[in-house]
């Protein structure tokens, strides 16, 4: 089975995004970029796929990663590589697009590559919109299966249990089917050195946005980014009785 | 204009979040109707038509509706899209789950958990982890919006709107297997108005709910935890609060032994008070707190008991 995992460059999960004074969006200079960790938990489960751990032997035969993002994603691409993916392709944009856009541009990528499955995080930490995977399975007309906490692959199903409201819910799509990652799929591996070599050697693709033929217009303009009010320190209190007296103050107990 | 407003609901009675999406549908003016999509679901569409303001409840039901499949949902909504401006659900799992898939069927770019309706195309939304805010404009003709219930008040019952059957969708790629639902007694995390929330100082399931259980049970709360409790086994997925888990914003929110990272803050920092308990006087979550108690919760939470009476 040949597995599809689109990967997004963000800011690292551990740095604190500053809205620019300019009030046009956040500021990404000098900031350190990362994989979106969802995006990370999708490779590290396409790659356990190909090894066949937690997984029936070589339930994955081929792991295509793709990025949209401007040329440094790239290294996004490398750490995918370097993580036990086959190979890359990068679509050069240096906007960044938006999720009707990716998912037009990802089911171009899909027709030509030909995957069972697109495994995909099931949020990028910048837009936080949560929406490419619902929208490219919609595009494909596939079966979808979001947050997924466990994957199982057989008898053209995929088998997944998700994240939902009150608990859990397992469901089974017939392949070929998009499935986004939820954070206790699996806990992301970190490439050894020899893999990170290997890796170099390892092929990506260069395209263009205007290659898929896809319109890619945007349909949301952003007027202003600003920063939510803040809120601000209280007090300390020295124990419990003075905390319930204060709570029955505010009229919260 | 009319808007259209997938209710959630749970099968008897539509969830406060749908009548807060309600709220969120009125700013952007025009017609409401409600849709209740599930199987036994018509008590749930007797509940919406008491919301004020609503033009009609549409019930639609199937087998798959019955466990809201994202697939099933999108067949519902699509031949019922042409009379609506706009569609909103509430930014629950849900609603996640089966918004952009309508929005992709429709060829418009969806709105995600938004926090503020400007005008009826012009929304506010939190990005990277809530951290900023952005105010979007769109220009699709038709809007798929997901709507941040803890953002908006809930519209006030008083109506008496018809309820019309439709014809439910199914997913014929997608097969229902299974579902483990949390039990509790407790109110829901979005429901309640007093959470108590545990992180991973607490250390283990077991001390978990020996010390979350019992002052949940005492405050009527609802239990919440951080996203580093849950993935330690401390506590099931459900009770996630945080950017990626469940945002609330009750009336008093009372985090125990959690640090404050900032994709917790995300989840929980529009609570009207909050209270930390944490025996490290430098952890961020002291910088949101109305009150913090520096001490070790395996002290502070017995006294705390023993105050409330």
């Known amino acids: 089975m040949k597995v599809l995992v689109p990967v997004k460059r963000v800011i690292d999960s551990n740095v604190k995004a500053r809205v620019k004074a300019d009030q046009s969006g956040v500021d990404l200079a000098n900031v350190k970029m990362s994989m979106n960790p969802f995006c990370e938990i999708a490779v590290e489960e396409a790659v356990r796929m190909k090894e066949g751990k937690g997984h029936a032997a070589e339930t994955a035969s081929e792991i295509v990663v793709v990025s949209i993002g401007p040329a440094q994603a790239q290294e996004t691409i490398r750490t995918a590589l370097a993580m036990g993916a086959d190979r890359g392709i990068l679509i050069q944009s240096d906007t960044d697009l938006e999720p009707l856009a990716v998912a037009k541009l990802l089911k171009a990528v899909v027709e030509e590559e030909k995957p069972e499955l697109v495994l995909m995080g099931k949020q990028s930490i910048d837009g936080d919109n949560n929406a490419v995977g619902q929208m490219l399975a919609a595009l494909l007309d596939w079966p979808q299966a979001t947050f997924a906490a466990k994957i199982e692959i057989g008898d053209g199903k995929a088998t997944v249990t998700r994240e939902v409201d009150g608990g859990v819910q397992t469901v089974a799509v017939q392949l070929p089917a998009v499935v986004t990652t939820d954070l206790r799929l699996n806990t992301p591996r970190y490439a050894s050195l020899p893999n990170i070599m290997k890796a170099k050697k390892k092929e990506i693709a260069t395209k263009a946005v205007a290659d898929y033929g896809v319109d890619v217009t945007p349909r949301l303009t952003v007027q202003k980014v600003t920063e939510p009010p803040k809120r601000q320190a209280g007090e300390k209190v020295a124990d419990a009785a003075e905390l319930v007296a204060k709570l029955k103050s505010k009229g919260v107990l | 204009m009319a808007v259209l407003v997938i209710a959630d609901h749970d099968g008897q009675s539509v969830r406060d979040t749908t009548a807060k999406t309600v709220t969120a549908a009125q700013k952007l003016g025009g017609d409401i109707d409600i849709l209740v999509v599930g199987q036994g679901a018509q008590a749930a569409a007797d509940s919406a038509a008491k919301i004020s303001g609503v033009r009609k409840v549409l019930l639609a039901e199937s087998a798959e509706l019955g466990k809201t499949l994202a697939e099933a949902v999108e067949a519902t909504v699509l031949p019922l899209a042409d009379g609506y401006d706009a569609i909103l659900t509430p930014a629950n799992m849900d609603g996640k789950n089966f918004a952009p898939r309508i929005a992709a069927k429709l060829d418009v770019s969806p709105i995600s958990d938004i926090v503020e309706v400007i005008s009826a195309d012009t929304f506010v939304r939190p990005i990277y982890a809530g951290n900023a805010l952005e105010t979007i404009k769109s220009s699709d003709a038709k809007k798929v919006i997901t709507v941040r219930p803890t953002a ?135 910088q949101v707190a109305d009150y913090g108690i520096v001490g070790d919760y395996k002290t502070v939470v017995p006294e705390l008991m023993t105050a409330l009476g």
């Open chain 2, 152 to 286: 908006f008040d809930a519209a006030a019952d008083g109506g008496s709107a018809s309820v019309e059957n439709v014809s439910g969708g199914e997913a014929p790629k997608t097969d229902f297997v299974s579902e483990e639902m949390v039990k509790s007694d407790r109110p829901e995390l979005g429901a309640a108005k007093i959470i108590v929330s545990g992180g991973r100082a607490l250390g283990s399931a077991e001390e978990f709910h020996a010390v979350m259980d019992p002052l949940a049970d005492r405050l009527g709360a609802a239990v919440g935890a951080s996203r580093a409790a849950v993935d330690a086994g401390y506590a099931p997925n459900d009770y996630q609060v945080g950017q990626t888990g469940k945002v609330v914003a009750p009336e008093l929110y009372i985090a125990i032994g959690i640090s404050g990272a900032i994709q917790h803050l995300a989840g929980m920092k529009d609570s009207k008070v909050i209270v930390a308990i944490n025996k490290d006087a430098d952890a961020p979550i002291f």
